[in-house]
C-alpha cells in the first residue's frame, strides 16, 4: 500500500463537513478497494465519496476547483487501463450504487442511472423483445457509466456497433461543478456542438455522468454458431478477410491463434476438435468461432454461405442452432484468456486495432516478437473489425522479463500504429496506453486535447493523467514504488 502523493487534509475535512460521514469515507480498508481497477495498480485516495443525490456530485467538484483536490470517477472498477485508480491521490466518486433501469418499448429507449450493471439492462430489455447490443466480456460485472466513459467494445460490435452508436443522452456535471445535459431522449438531435460524443469514450477526464439515454434495438429471433478450425494462423485469417467479402455480416467473429487455442485446450484438458475431424492431423491449429442471427429465413440464406465458405477454408468444423450445444462451442473462447496464465504468471493485454489487409502482417510480427524475446504472445479477438488481444505473457518476479515485456508490447504498438492501426479499440488509454498515445497522434492532436481538457476542467482536477501531460510508463519496471498487484 503506497501513500498519496499529496494530501489535502483541509479539503477533505470541508467536504467531510459539508457531506458528512456516511457519505464520505476515508478508512482504509474503503480506500484501498478504490485505489485500483483490473489493471491493479494500487493509488490510494484521501476519501471515497459516495453520493446520494446529483447535488452531492455538484458539492464535491467545487470544493475539489477550490482546493485543488484531484478526482477521480469510479464505476465498478473492471477496466484494463488504470482508468478509474486514483493516480494523484484525492478523492474518488464511486456510483456503482447508482443503478436504477427504465426501459420504454414504445421508444425501444432505457434510461439508466451509471452504476448499473451491463447485464441486468439487457434482462430489463429482453422482457419486451428488445436489447442493448455492446456487450464486453465483463457485462456481469461492470457498468454503462464504465462502458459508456470507455466506449467499450465488446463481441457483437463488428455487428451492431460500439456503445457510442447507442447513446441519445447523457446527463451529468463538469469537471467545474455545473450540471449539464447532451442530447436528448429522442432519435434526433443536432442542436448545438456535440458534446455527448466527446464525453463518450473519454474516460472520465471531462465530467461525470449521472444519467443516460440508451438506444435498443430488436433483439434477432433466431442464431446459428459455427467453430472451425484452420491449420495455421495465416489462414484462419485469410479466410476471416474471404467470409466478411462474401457479404456475410456475422454477429460474433472471434479468431483465436494457434498458441492460444494451444494453451486453452491443455486448460481443458482435452482437444476441441479431435484428431478424426482434423483428419489424422495432430499439429495445433487456429479456430474461428462465427456467430450468425437474424430472421430465420435470412439466417437460412446467410448460413449457405457460410457452409460453402467452411468448405474451403476449414480443416474441421461443427455447427448448431441449439442453445446449450452453443454454449459449448463457445467454451474454448470463454477459457482462453485465463489459459495463458500457463505461458507465464503475468500478461500485458492490449487491444489493438488493425485493417484487414494487415491481419496476416501483424499475427507474423507477434511470432517474430514471441520468437526474439522468447516469451509467449498468445493472440485473440474480434476477426470481422480487427480488435485482436495481443499478450505479452512474461514471470511479474523476473526483472528481465518484465523489461523484455515492455519492450516488446512497444514494439507491437508501433508495427499496429506503421500498419495503419490503432493502439486501443476499447479498453480505452488510462495509465497502461499512455506511453504510446504519442505514437498514434501528432502534437497538434494532443495540442487540440489538451485545449479542450483545460476549456472544460481548468484546474485539471478529473482524472488528469500522464496522457495528458507527459508520455510515460508506471509498472513493475518504472520503479515508482506502486504495487502492481497482479496484472489481468
Ligand atoms: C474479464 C474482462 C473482460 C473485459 N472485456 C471487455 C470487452 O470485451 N470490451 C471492452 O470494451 N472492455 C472490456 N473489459 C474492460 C472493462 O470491463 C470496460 O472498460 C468497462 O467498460 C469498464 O466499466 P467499469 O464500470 O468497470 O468502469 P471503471 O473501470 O470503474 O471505469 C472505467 C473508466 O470509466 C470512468 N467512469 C466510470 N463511471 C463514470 C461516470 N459515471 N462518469 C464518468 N466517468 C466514469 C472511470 O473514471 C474510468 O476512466 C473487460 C474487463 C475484464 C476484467
Redesign the pocket.
Known sequence: MTTPVRTHPAATQALLARLGAAKVKTDEATCFAASF??MRLSFMPEAVIRPDVEEDIGIVLKLANEHKVPV??????????G??SPIHGGWV?H??H?DKIEIDPISAMATVQ??AI?AHINELAAEHGLFFP??????K???????????????R?AKYG??RDHVYALE?FLPTGEKVTWGAPLRKFVSGLNIRDL?IG????L????KATLKLVNKPKARRTFLLACRTDEGALEAAAALMGARVNPAVFEFLDTQTVEAAEKRRGSRVFSTAELHGVEETHAILLVEIDGHPAALAEDAVKVRAWIAQYAVAFRETDVEAEAEALWDIRRTC?QAMYALGNAKLNE?IVVPFRSYVELIRYTREVRDRVGLATPTFGHAADGNFHVHIMYDRDNPEHCRKAEQAIYDVMKKVVELGGAIT????I?IAKSPFLRLQHSPAEIGAMLAVKRALDPNNIL?SRPDLRAPQRLGASSGQGHPRLDK?
Open positions: 481497477d483490473n477521480t470517477v469510479r464505476g465498478r472498477g473492471t477496466g484494463n487501463t482508468a478509474s466518486i456510483l456503482d447508482w451509471p452504476g451491463t455492446p456487450d464486453p466480456s465483463s457485462l460485472y461492470c457498468s454503462i457509466g464504465g462502458n459508456i466513459a470507455t466506449n467499450a467494445g465488446g463481441l460490435a460500439v456503445v451529468g464525453w473519454s474516460e472520465g477526464t465530467g461525470v455522468i449521472t484468456s487491444d479499440g476499447e479498453h480505452g488510462g482524472a489481468h
